[in-house]
């Protein structure tokens, strides 16, 4: 099992920026994926950043040049960096996590899929 925390989020003016964390922890032997979603109020939720294993990066195209994800290997950590947020950026913000919790698993291809409780940010116009 891994658990996911975020943290973060908050009341921001709009062109503020934030930084969106998400620690995890438990049985980890390999991530696949790291993906931060985002659901605004009323909407569906949708991708907005993800890196994989290679450290490909792809970002959703409303946030190109704003948004920035990283991690952190040593602290289990990954980051969403937020620049010139917008009020159309309000939402409820997610990190998921594809992981292979051992070798035994990766090498059955058998990839497990988790999720941050999620936090809220609001930017203001």
């Known amino acids: 099992q891994v658990q996911l925390v975020e943290s973060g989020g908050g009341l921001v003016q709009a062109g503020g920026s934030l930084r969106l964390s998400c620690v995890a922890s438990?049985?980890?032997?390999?991530?696949?994926?790291i993906h931060w979603y985002r659901q605004p109020p009323g909407k569906q939720r949708e991708l907005v950043a993800s890196?994989?294993?290679?450290?490909?990066?792809n970002y959703a195209d409303s946030v190109k040049g704003r948004f920035t994800i990283s991690r952190d290997f040593a602290k289990n950590t990954h980051y969403l960096q937020m620049n010139s947020l917008k009020p159309e950026d309000t939402a409820v913000y997610y990190c998921?996590?594809?992981?292979?919790?051992?070798?035994?698993?990766?090498?059955?291809?058998?990839?497990?899929?988790?999720w941050g409780q999620g936090t809220l940010v609001t930017v203001s116009s």
């Open positions: 998921n996590l594809g992981v292979f919790e051992s070798i035994a698993a990766m090498l059955r291809g058998q990839l497990r899929d988790y």
């Open positions: 438990g049985s980890i032997f390999r991530f696949n994926h």
């Open positions: 890196i994989t294993s290679d450290s490909t990066t």
